[in-house]
């Protein structure tokens, strides 16, 4: 009885219409004008946390005396802006045009996400890859100079494992930055997928 029962339910469920996905335009639009700003909030933080950079560690260039110090602050201050430029050219948020109807409204947000998607899965070559040669020679040159200080030789283990720590600090925010882009990426192409199922449906 019961196993008849299942089977029924079995049939049941195999035999039932699928609900087409559907979305209409306001909706689809409504959709693309958020991700503009929210695309806009994360450029603007972006270029917010890259001056701070830039102002810092022009700071450091007068600050500290030691050449190789002074040669990293410059690798990373050049770096930032060309970090910057690539945010500014391959990810700035493009407006929702005012008149679109619903296949070119549903081009255009698909595209847009393409884009953004692209933009994380390369995050690697074009923000973090960058960054790493000035804050290497940075860090290596603010070691080299603490060990040419007065007693030096005394705090010389301390010096050496504070510096381990903060190369393994720096890794793990490089490594997090790019794992998290990824992560983003891969809901960004859930998101395309979910598209291109309305795509089939229209």
């Not at 693309?32 to 700003?37: D, G, R, V």
């Not at 950079?53 to 060309?82: N, Q, T």
């Not at 947000?109 to 690697?124: A, G, M, P």
Request: proline share 3%; net charge positive; hydrophobic share 50%.
């Amino acid at each position: 009885m019961e196993s008849e029962a299942g089977d029924n339910a079995k049939n049941l469920w195999k035999n039932q219409q699928v609900e087409p996905i559907q979305i209409s335009l306001a909706e689809l639009r409504k959709r693309a004008q958020k991700l503009e700003k929210r695309i806009h909030r994360r450029n603007l933080r972006e270029y917010v946390a890259g001056a701070i950079v830039i102002a810092c560690f022009g700071y450091y260039i007068f600050r500290f005396p030691d050449p190789m110090i002074r040669f990293g602050c410059v690798l990373v201050i050049a770096s930032s802006l060309f970090v910057l430029y690539q945010l500014r050219k391959r990810g700035a948020a493009r407006a929702v045009p005012a008149e679109m109807a619903f296949r070119d409204c549903l081009d255009f947000h698909r595209k847009e996400l393409e884009r953004q998607r692209d933009l994380l899965r390369s995050v690697w070559t074009w923000y973090i890859l960058p960054l790493v040669p000035g804050v290497l020679v940075f860090m290596l040159g603010d070691f080299q100079w603490q060990m040419t200080l007065p007693n030096a030789a005394v705090h010389a283990g301390h010096v050496k494992i504070l510096f381990g720590l903060r190369v393994a600090i720096v890794v793990v925010i490089f490594i997090g930055v790019g794992k998290l882009n990824q992560w983003a990426a891969r809901r960004l192409q859930r998101r395309i997928d979910a598209l291109n199922s309305v795509e089939k449906e229209f």
